[in-house]
């Protein structure tokens, strides 16, 4: 597949496939069809994105398919009206659905992210608990969140494959899910976005008390002679918290 929005490339599925020599196989037009009513002129086709992907695994004993969904990204940045965002999530769930009745492990995974919000990165397997499992970032040391340099170590992970040490990341680690796993990461995705939009005001005030300190102490230092040993101390030990 492909994200073009009309005559403009935009494709990110090689970079999960291309090989140490920068090669990789697939093709980019089987599972879209052309459509003028659809954003940027083009639509995914689920139905011809399965078979192309059960032909591949009938020829080859293990296999990794990237699909790129890319009606996300064209809703997104193609001009004009568009059809509803459920409308293109639905055929996107249908399509994940149909892969998991056929025992398919399906990776989900998210790009073209806007500033400040998060990627999904899901996994589905044919035994997976109904209730699901969670996944242990060692990277950020939490659950539930992780870093996009664990991505490439966690799949090589899953495929029983050597994870290279010039990856800066970690595998993510599986543990098994609560009943409440719903409410536990709605806790911690909901905490850690809460950190992201007010760590700007959080660093402006603590430089703007620092900044004043400093001037007080070098005030300070300025007209107490007498004192000058402590006024260094103080300006020593503000310039080192800071």
Not at 58 to 83: F, M
Not at 164 to 176: I, M, Q, S, T
Not at 197 to 225: E, P
């Amino acid at each position: 597949g492909h994200s073009d929005v009309f005559f403009r490339t935009h494709q990110s599925a090689p970079i999960f496939t291309a090989d140490h020599d920068g090669n990789t196989s697939g093709n980019r037009d089987v599972s879209i069809k052309k459509k003028a009513a659809a954003p940027g002129g083009f639509e995914m086709d689920g139905r011809s994105t399965i078979k192309w992907i059960e032909r591949i695994q009938q020829t080859y004993s293990s296999t990794w398919t990237v699909v790129e969904w890319g009606d996300l990204y064209r809703w997104k940045n193609a001009p004009g009206q568009k059809e509803s965002i459920h409308h293109t999530m639905d055929k996107l769930s249908t399509f994940i659905l149909d892969l998991k009745e056929r025992g398919q492990t399906i990776y989900l995974l998210g790009v073209d992210p806007d500033e400040g919000n998060l990627l999904p990165f899901v996994k589905w397997e044919r035994d997976t608990p109904e209730r699901g499992n969670e996944w242990y970032s060692p990277t950020v040391r939490q659950s539930f969140l992780g870093s996009s340099l664990d991505v490439a170590p966690t799949i090589l992970g899953q495929f029983g494959l050597l994870i290279p040490d010039v990856l800066n990341g970690h595998a993510l680690v599986e543990k098994k899910g609560s009943y409440h796993i719903s409410e536990a990461m709605r806790k911690e995705t909901n905490g850690a976005e809460h950190i992201f939009h007010t760590r700007s005001s959080v660093l402006s005030v603590y430089i703007t008390v620092l900044v004043l300190l400093l001037i007080a102490g070098f005030m300070y230092w300025k007209f107490n002679k007498k004192r000058k040993q402590k006024a260094y101390v103080l300006i020593r030990t503000l310039l080192v918290a800071g």
